[in-house]
């Protein structure tokens, strides 16, 4: 996969797991659903192969119509999984390792001996082994105990790490509040993958927006319209698969966007932008993800039964004083990608707290907006 963008949000040594329908080829997500966003989490990125392979086979094991294909950091492809079997991109090459482990295990298992025997001959006055003195015989027997002594080393490393990785993943099997739970925030507050998912620039592109709720944007709009503001017209953003309806009222200095996601619902957004180009005042009829946003962007949350002439109003009588940018036909367009790119550059540079990740986690299951399917069933 050379050029892909998730390549570049890869460390070295990492490996992504991609799933896919079996018979048609579909992406899908790690729920074996068709994902509904491009930042939706469809690509999953493992600090090892052992761990790519392990939640592959695991996957497979729950969802058998599934396939997974691993990739690097440089997007070559190093194997494909389903309840066949396992392809690999030189089959040969895991075989070649499997023997080679047999004399390197009976090399560090007599290594392991010898270094034992001098470590413990001035303790119980007895002679060390001495390679260079024993027979062939000899030699044969030692190498036959240290490949028994590196299997066993090799089991026990394994034993080892699949416990590793069994603790790793207890977090996010705890039930939410509990301890445990508290520390798969802050692992994944330290990742920072949640600013790494969001396209950094959004283009828009003219379309006729498919509405969760039809009746709601028909509602919306007529209060808009009733209320003085111009229709710029419906686009959508390639590379959010967001849905959007803008307006605005020059004379008062606002924007009205009515604005959906794929299974996110829909809803409405009266704002100000300020001459300074990165303040504005938003207010909006959904409740909040539980995500921070950048303090010069101040964000009214009203409720999903806030009704059009309510968030307009809060709008006019909450934004502060200064400033105001004028919308118009021409720059109503630049000016939502400008705010977009400064948003994700204020949530890269910032990052994510622990809290944000337990916000978002405690209102999982809960709609947030008009027409929203439940987060549990995504």
């Known amino acids: 996969m050379p050029g892909a963008s998730w390549r570049r949000e890869m460390r070295f040594g990492e490996i992504a797991l991609f799933n896919f329908d079996a018979k048609s080829g579909q992406l899908l997500g790690p729920k074996a659903r068709v994902p509904q966003l491009p930042v939706q989490e469809v690509c999953m990125v493992f600090g090892s192969r052992y761990a790519a392979r392990a939640s592959a086979r695991g996957q497979i094991a729950a969802h058998p119509q599934m396939l997974t294909v691993l990739y690097d950091r440089r997007g070559r492809w190093f194997s494909t999984r389903s309840r066949e079997g396992e392809n690999r991109r030189n089959p040969g090459l895991g075989l070649a390792w499997i023997l080679l482990q047999f004399p390197l295990l009976a090399i560090y298992g007599t290594l392991a001996m010898v270094a034992f025997s001098h470590l413990t001959a001035s303790y119980l006055d007895a002679e060390p082994i001495r390679l260079g003195e024993l027979s062939q015989q000899q030699l044969s027997s030692l190498l036959a105990g240290g490949l028994i002594l590196g299997g066993f080393g090799r089991l026990l490393f394994e034993l080892i790490r699949i416990r590793l990785l069994v603790w790793h993943g207890r977090p996010a099997l705890a039930p939410v509040g509990s301890p445990e739970r508290e520390k798969l925030y802050r692992r994944v507050a330290k990742g920072g993958a949640s600013g790494r998912l969001v396209p950094p620039e959004v283009s828009l592109v003219p379309a006729i927006v498919e509405w969760p709720v039809p009746e709601k944007h028909s509602e919306w709009s007529a209060v808009l319209q009733s209320r003085g503001f111009q229709r710029r017209g419906e686009f959508t953003s390639p590379e ?139």
Not at 310 to 336: F, M, S
Request: net charge positive; aromatic share 8%; hydrophobic share 30%.
């Open 240 to 378: 959010t698969k967001a849905g959007h309806d803008f307006w605005f009222k020059a004379d008062e200095d606002l924007t009205a966007l009515i604005a959906t996601l794929p299974t996110r619902g829909m809803w409405l957004a009266v704002f100000t932008r300020y001459e300074d180009g990165s303040s504005s005042f938003c207010a909006l009829n959904k409740l909040p993800t539980g995500m921070d946003h950048d303090p010069k962007s101040v964000k009214a949350f009203l409720g999903m039964d806030a009704s059009a002439e309510a968030v307009i109003e809060h709008a006019l009588k909450n934004r502060p004083q200064g400033r105001r940018r004028r919308p118009t036909a021409d720059n109503l367009l630049d000016d939502y990608k400008t705010g977009w790119r400064r948003s994700v550059e204020w949530r890269r540079s910032r990052g994510t707290t622990p809290e944000e990740v337990k916000r978002v986690d405690q209102g999982r299951g809960q709609p947030k907006a008009v027409g929203e399917t439940s987060s549990r069933n995504r």
